[in-house]
Structures are given as C-alpha cells and as structure tokens.
C-alpha cells in the first residue's frame, strides 16, 4: 500500500505506485510513502474509533462461510461478533432491522465519547417514536467474514452486552439460515450483468453511492430550508456523516478501480 497527500493536506491511500499523480512521485521530490499493509485508520466525520478494521473486505469462500448460530429460544438465534477488530459482543441475527444496533454504553469502546454530537434518526419503537443517534463501524467480522464501514443505531432499549445483527451488514452477502444445522451461512454476492469490481458486483456499488449521495443531497437541502441553528446544526452532522461514507466508498472503490462514471449517480461531482 501507499500513502500520500495532496496540495490540500489530505490523505490518500492506493496500492499502486502508478495511480499516484506524477508531481507526488517524480524524482527526488517524492511524497508518498510505502506501506507494509491497508492503513486501519480509515475513519472520519462518523466519529469512530481508528482502532480495527482494515477498510477492505476478507474473501469468503465460492461455496460460503458457515457461522454458527446460538439459539435464544421463541425461534430466535444470536452470533458472536467482533467489531472494530477488539469489542466482542453476541448479537441477535435479525433480518427485519435495516441496520446494525448497539446499546449506547458500547460507544466508548468504539471511539465516540459523546453520542449526543452523533447524527441522529427517527426509529420507531414499542413506546412510540423516538431519536437514535447513528455511526459507521470501522469493521464488523463474523466467522470467516468481514465487512468495513457498517452503519449503526444506538437504542438503549437494547442489551448492554448484546444488540442486533440488522442488513447493513447482511447485505453484503447472499445469506441462508439453516435452522436445523443451527448455522448462518453466507455467500458471495452474484456477479451480475456489469461484471465485479473489487470483491463486490457492480450493483452493489452504484446502490452504495446512491445511498450515500442521496441522504448527503437530503441533509444540504434541508439544511439550507431552515434558519433554526440547532436544526442546521443537525443537518450538517449528516450531511458530514454522509460524505465520510462517501470517501470512505472512494477509498474502496479507488483499490477496486473502479471507473468514475458508477460513483456519480447524481451529478454531484460535476458540480
């Protein structure tokens, strides 16, 4: 791996000498430095830990990788997870959470000190509505898999020690549960008519950055509709959420080269 940083200070990571624009390495002028492996710092406005994950994904198996599952009675099940490469928790496999949730207490542990200054969302629970605050795991490793960069709610509701296993992680794969083995078996995800990039298909690129574009394109617009501080306070917490999933995306994608037609659904870029 390489790293080097451009007029403006910032840092970039490639694992090719020749993708480093020319002026960075010509001569005796060179600015980049050698890396023995993936940097395990990619973190940014989501507000967690550098301590972890590698940013980049562990290949399973054509044929899966086999989790086991830990029954937990009334059909449901729990797996042992690791997140961030350090934090061991045992949570609840649930297919019907869109996203991965934490108990609030487990935040220190992955480097955010103060969750009320974390972007927050509209979850509905048992008691009605309520605001839980949001960040990206740097890692969330289960058995043989891994997977970088995974959006998270925090919900006190939950156990201190537990929380559930939801899509933003499962979504990388293909998954089967087999009730009878008590196993979680998951799957590379299917090529695709466009072909792979990377460890993913096509597909799930360019649905990555239409996610990702569209909640950044959402919090600025909302945010310049309002003239209420704490309200643009909020907007731009998201929208600064959202643009560290999308650089984070562009790191990935740039080892994955990626052509940048796909990492534009939406103009902004040309802009």
Do not use: C
């Amino acid at each position: 791996m390489y790293k080097w940083k451009d007029d403006k200070g910032k840092t970039h990571y490639t694992d090719s000498v020749s993708k480093i624009p020319a002026k960075y390495r010509k001569g005796n002028q060179r600015k980049f430095k050698t890396m023995r492996s993936a940097p395990t710092n990619f973190s940014g406005g989501g507000g967690m830990s550098s301590r972890g994950g590698s940013g980049f994904s562990i290949a399973i198996p054509k044929t899966g990788a086999e989790v086991p599952l830990i029954p937990m009675g009334n059909g449901n099940h729990a797996v042992q997870v690791t997140i961030n490469g350090s934090t061991n928790l045992r949570l609840m496999l649930d297919t019907g959470a869109s996203m991965m949730v934490l108990h609030p207490s487990v935040a220190p542990q992955l480097g955010i000190r103060n969750l009320d200054k974390q972007p927050k969302i509209v979850v509905n629970t048992a008691g009605g509505k309520e605001m839980n605050a949001i960040g990206v795991l740097n890692s969330v490793k289960v058995g043989q898999a891994m997977v970088p960069d995974v959006e998270t709610t925090f919900n006190s509701h939950m156990d201190p020690a537990g929380g559930l296993l939801g899509m933003t992680f499962l979504n990388d794969f293909r998954f089967e549960i087999d009730r009878q083995q008590n196993l979680l078996i998951l799957k590379p995800l299917r090529e695709g008519a466009g072909g792979s990039y990377g460890d993913r298909p096509l597909t799930w690129w360019t649905e990555k950055y239409k996610h990702y574009f569209s909640g950044l394109n959402r919090a600025s617009y909302f945010k310049s509709q309002t003239k209420i501080r704490k309200e643009r306070v909020e907007q731009q917490r998201m929208a600064t959420y959202y643009q560290d999933l999308i650089d984070r995306l562009d790191r990935r994608a740039n080892q994955a080269n990626l052509p940048s037609q796909f990492r534009d659904p939406f103009g902004n870029r040309s802009q």
